[in-house]
C-alpha cells in the first residue's frame, strides 16, 4: 500500500501544485469537517498541516477500523482514495499554497448538523429535553420516552441521531415501544422508580413490549437506532426501510448512557427522521445477531446457568479476570429463513479489541464478511454493505470478539479516558445489564430483512432447529461426524441447558451418520470419541443430512 502511496505522490508533484482552495478544501469538508469543525478554515488547516500530513498517511484518519483486505466491500467506506491522500502530502509539502478565495465552496453547514448530502432538512425532529449531568460518579442510564411524532405509520428511509454534547454522551439505543394502555411517561418513571427502589432488575416493573419485532424471532425487536461513537447520518438502500408505527400509545424511547467528564455538563439530543412515500420491498430489522450460542474462553455456556443475562444475549457470561490479555467470546446464530444483511456493527467498551463476522453456508463453505483487527472505543462505526448478502436457510453467523484487561493495554489505550481507573488492569469486569464504560459488553449488531417469510415455500421447504446424539469423529477428509445418531429431534432453542443435558444423556444411539458444519469453534478435537449432544439447523440432502451446529455439549466420555 505505502509503495502505491508514493506512485500517487510522484504522478502530483509532475502537475500542478494544490491548492487550499481548489484542491484541499473539497477533501476536509467531505471527510474530516463532521468532526474537526475547525479545518473549515485555511488558518486553522494549515496550522494543523504536519498533524494531518502524518494522520491521512498512515491512515489513522478518516477513521476506518475495517480490515478491507479481511472483509466485504462497505459503501460508507471512509478511507480517503490515493489521489486525495497524494493531493493532501503534495499541498503540506509545498508549504500550503492557499489559492484563490473564488473557488472555495461553500462551507459545510456545522451549525445545523443535518447530514443529508441532499441537504434536504429531516421530515421529523424528535428533541429530547435538556438532561443534566453531575461532574463526577457513576450516571445510571436515563429513559426518555417522547410520543412518536407522526399519526400514522411512516417508512424510514434515512436517519440520523444528532448529540447535543459530544463529551457527555457515550451511546444510545432507540427503540419504538407500545405503553399500555392508559399510561404515559410519567406512570411508567413512577413504577421505575418504584422497582429502583426495591431492587428490581433492570428499574422496571413495567411492561413496555417492542413496537416492531423480527417476524421470525419475537425475541429480535427492532432497534430504531444506535449511537455510538462515530455515529453519523444513516441511509438504507432504495428497496429496503425500517417501520415507524404512528399514532396510538406508540412512544420512542431512549436509552442514553452519559459518562462523566469531571465538571457540570448537560445535553440536549435530536434524533431526524426522513421518511419514503411508498413502502420498500425489504423491512429493516436492527438486532444484535449471533448470540443465541455463547461460547466464553472456549467454554459453551448453558442458558440455565446462574447469574445475570449480558445484556443483548440469553447467557450469564463469565466476567474478565484481571490482567487477562485475551479473553474470548463467540456467539452464534442459524438461520431456517433467508436473511438478507445490510449493515454490521460491533459494540462493546474500552477493553475490547477485534471483532470478526463469518458465515457459515449450508454446504460448509465459511465467508469472512467483517473483520475489525483494532476496535476502537471512540470509532464504533456501522459498516453498510456495497452489496446486501443474502444467507439461504440453513446458514449460521458466528461473531468473534477478544478482550484485553493487560496494563499494556490499558496504558495504550484505556488510561487517558479513565481518569478513576476504573478500567485499570487490577479490575474485573462484568457483562451485565445497563453496562457502565468500565463493564464490558458483547453486542455484534447487524440491520437485516428476513426474506420470503410467510410465504408456502418458505414454510414447506424451510430447515428445522434440531437436537441429536451420538458419537463425535472425524473422516479422513477432515470433515467432522456425528456417527450412530439417533433420529434428530426438532427443538424450539439453538442453544442448550442443563436440563436438557440430563434428559440427552439418556438418549440411545442410533445408525444415523450427520455431517456438522462450522465445530471449529467449539474446540471439537477435545470431544472426539466421546457421546455428545449437537444442536444446529438440519440441512437435508441425499443420505443422512448435515447439521450447521449451534451447540456442542459432551454427555459421556465414551461412546459405547
Same mark, same amino acid.
Given at each position: 500500500?505505502?509503495?502505491?502511496?508514493?506512485?500517487?505522490?510522484?504522478?502530483?508533484?509532475?502537475?500542478? %501544485?494544490?491548492?487550499?482552495?481548489?484542491?484541499?478544501?473539497?477533501?476536509?469538508?467531505?471527510?474530516?469537517?463532521?468532526?474537526?469543525?475547525?479545518?473549515?478554515?485555511?488558518?486553522?488547516?494549515? #496550522?494543523? @498541516?504536519?498533524?494531518?500530513?502524518?494522520?491521512?498517511?498512515?491512515?489513522?484518519?478518516?477513521?476506518?477500523? @475495517?480490515?478491507?483486505?479481511?472483509? =466485504?466491500?462497505?459503501?460508507?467506506?471512509?478511507?480517503?482514495?490515493?489521489? !486525495?491522500?497524494?493531493?493532501?502530502?503534495?499541498?503540506?509539502?509545498?508549504? +500550503?499554497?492557499?489559492?484563490? !478565495?473564488? $473557488?472555495?465552496?461553500?462551507?459545510?453547514?456545522?451549525?445545523?448538523?443535518?447530514?443529508?448530502?441532499?441537504?434536504? &432538512?429531516?421530515?421529523?425532529?424528535?428533541? =429530547?429535553?435538556?438532561?443534566? %449531568? $453531575?461532574?463526577?460518579?457513576?450516571?445510571?442510564?436515563?429513559?426518555? =420516552?417522547?410520543?412518536?411524532?407522526?399519526? $400514522?405509520?411512516?417508512?424510514?428511509?434515512?436517519?440520523?441521531?444528532?448529540p447535543g454534547n459530544r463529551n457527555l454522551l457515550h451511546h444510545m439505543g432507540i427503540t419504538e415501544v407500545a405503553l399500555p394502555k392508559g399510561m404515559g411517561p410519567a406512570q411508567i418513571n413512577e413504577f421505575a422508580a418504584i422497582a429502583r427502589k426495591f431492587g428490581i432488575p433492570d428499574g #422496571?416493573?413495567?411492561?413496555?413490549?417492542?413496537?416492531?419485532?423480527?417476524?421470525?424471532?419475537?425475541?429480535?425487536?427492532?432497534?430504531?437506532?444506535?449511537?455510538?461513537?462515530?455515529?453519523?447520518?444513516?441511509?438504507?438502500?432504495?428497496?429496503? *426501510?425500517?417501520?415507524?408505527?404512528?399514532?396510538?400509545?406508540?412512544?420512542?424511547?431512549?436509552?442514553?448512557?452519559?459518562?462523566?467528564?469531571?465538571?457540570? $455538563?448537560?445535553?440536549? #439530543?435530536? =434524533?431526524?427522521?426522513?421518511?419514503?412515500?411508498?413502502?420498500?420491498?425489504?423491512?429493516?430489522?436492527?438486532?444484535?445477531?449471533?448470540?443465541? +450460542?455463547?461460547?466464553?474462553?472456549?467454554?459453551?455456556?448453558?442458558?440455565? &446457568?446462574?447469574?445475570?443475562?449480558?445484556?443483548?444475549?440469553? @447467557?450469564?457470561?463469565?466476567?474478565?479476570? &484481571?490482567?487477562a490479555q485475551n479473553y474470548e467470546v463467540i456467539g452464534i446464530s442459524a438461520y431456517t429463513q433467508p436473511v438478507t444483511l445490510y449493515q454490521l456493527q460491533p459494540h462493546a467498551h474500552m477493553r475490547a479489541k477485534d471483532f470478526t463476522y463469518v458465515v457459515v453456508y449450508p454446504d460448509g463453505?465459511?465467508?469472512?464478511?467483517? +473483520?475489525?483487527?483494532?476496535?476502537?472505543?471512540?470509532?464504533?462505526? @456501522?459498516?453498510?454493505?456495497?452489496?446486501?448478502?443474502?444467507?439461504?436457510? *440453513?446458514?449460521?453467523?458466528?461473531?468473534?470478539?477478544?478482550? !484485553?484487561? /493487560?496494563?499494556?493495554?490499558?496504558?495504550?489505550?484505556?488510561?487517558?479516558?479513565?481518569?478513576?481507573?476504573?478500567?485499570?488492569?487490577?479490575?474485573?469486569?462484568?457483562?451485565?445489564?445497563?453496562?457502565?464504560?468500565?463493564?464490558?459488553?458483547?453486542?455484534?449488531? &447487524?440491520?437485516?430483512?428476513? /426474506?420470503?417469510?410467510?410465504?408456502?415455500? #418458505?414454510?414447506?421447504?424451510?430447515?428445522?432447529?434440531?437436537?441429536?446424539?451420538?458419537?463425535?469423529k472425524q473422516d479422513h477428509s477432515d470433515k467432522w461426524l456425528l456417527t450412530k445418531a439417533g433420529e434428530p429431534v426438532a427443538t424450539s432453542t439453538q442453544a442448550t441447558s442443563l436440563a436438557e443435558l440430563k434428559a440427552a444423556a439418556a438418549d440411545p444411539l442410533g445408525v444415523k451418520i450427520?455431517?456438522?458444519? *462450522?465445530?471449529?469453534?467449539?474446540?471439537?478435537?477435545?470431544?472426539?470419541?466421546?457421546?455428545?449432544?449437537?444442536?444446529?439447523?438440519?440441512?437435508?440432502?441425499? *443420505?443422512?443430512?448435515? %447439521?450447521?451446529?449451534?451447540?456442542?455439549?459432551?454427555?459421556?466420555?465414551?461412546?459405547?
Open positions: 500500500m505505502l509503495t502505491i502511496v508514493v506512485l500517487a505522490f510522484s504522478s502530483a508533484a509532475v502537475g500542478a %501544485v494544490p491548492t487550499f482552495t481548489k484542491d484541499i478544501a473539497p477533501i476536509l469538508f467531505k471527510h474530516c469537517a463532521n468532526c474537526h469543525g475547525s479545518l473549515l478554515t485555511y488558518d486553522a488547516a494549515r #496550522s494543523s @498541516a504536519k498533524a494531518i500530513r502524518k494522520q491521512v498517511l498512515t491512515r489513522a484518519m478518516p477513521p476506518w477500523p @475495517a480490515d478491507p483486505a479481511h472483509s =466485504l466491500k462497505f459503501r460508507n467506506d471512509a478511507r480517503l482514495s490515493e489521489p !486525495d491522500i497524494a493531493a493532501v502530502v503534495a499541498w503540506i509539502d509545498a508549504g +500550503t499554497p492557499k489559492g484563490d !478565495d473564488a $473557488e472555495l465552496q461553500r462551507l459545510p453547514d456545522l451549525a445545523g448538523e443535518w447530514l443529508n448530502p441532499d441537504g434536504r &432538512a429531516p421530515d421529523a425532529v424528535v428533541s =429530547l429535553p435538556v438532561i443534566h %449531568v $453531575e461532574p463526577r460518579g457513576e450516571v445510571p442510564y436515563i429513559q426518555q =420516552l417522547i410520543k412518536v411524532p407522526v399519526g $400514522e405509520d411512516k417508512w424510514i428511509v434515512a436517519m440520523q441521531l444528532r #422496571s416493573a413495567t411492561n413496555t413490549p417492542p413496537a416492531v419485532v423480527d417476524p421470525t424471532n419475537a425475541d429480535a425487536y427492532d432497534m430504531l437506532g444506535v449511537y455510538t461513537p462515530g455515529s453519523t447520518f444513516e441511509a438504507f438502500a432504495d428497496d429496503s *426501510g425500517k417501520l415507524l408505527k404512528g399514532g396510538n400509545n406508540y412512544y420512542i424511547n431512549f436509552n442514553i448512557h452519559y459518562t462523566t467528564t469531571g465538571k457540570p $455538563e448537560s445535553d440536549r #439530543s435530536q =434524533l431526524g427522521l426522513w421518511f419514503r412515500s411508498t413502502p420498500p420491498r425489504h423491512q429493516l430489522i436492527r438486532a444484535p445477531v449471533a448470540v443465541k +450460542t455463547i461460547i466464553a474462553n472456549g467454554k459453551e455456556l448453558l442458558t440455565d &446457568a446462574p447469574g445475570t443475562k449480558a445484556e443483548g444475549t440469553g @447467557a450469564a457470561i463469565p466476567p474478565i479476570p &484481571a490482567y463453505r465459511e465467508l469472512v464478511i467483517l +473483520t475489525v483487527p483494532t476496535y476502537d472505543f471512540h470509532w464504533q462505526l @456501522a459498516y453498510q454493505l456495497e452489496q446486501p448478502l443474502t444467507l439461504p436457510p *440453513g446458514s449460521k453467523l458466528i461473531v468473534r470478539a477478544h478482550y !484485553d484487561n /493487560s496494563q499494556k493495554h490499558y496504558d495504550e489505550r484505556v488510561k487517558t479516558d479513565d481518569p478513576g481507573r476504573n478500567c485499570g488492569p487490577e479490575n474485573v469486569a462484568y457483562f451485565r445489564r445497563q453496562n457502565q464504560s468500565w463493564d464490558e459488553m458483547f453486542s455484534p449488531l &447487524a440491520q437485516y430483512a428476513v /426474506s420470503g417469510f410467510g410465504s408456502a415455500a #418458505s414454510k414447506n421447504g424451510a430447515p428445522n432447529i434440531v437436537r441429536a446424539v451420538g458419537c463425535l450427520l455431517e456438522l458444519l *462450522g465445530l471449529d469453534v467449539f474446540n471439537p478435537r477435545g470431544y472426539v470419541g466421546q457421546k455428545v449432544a449437537v444442536k444446529g439447523v438440519l440441512i437435508q440432502k441425499a *443420505g443422512n443430512g448435515r %447439521v450447521n451446529v449451534t451447540s456442542l455439549q459432551t454427555l459421556a466420555a465414551a461412546c459405547d
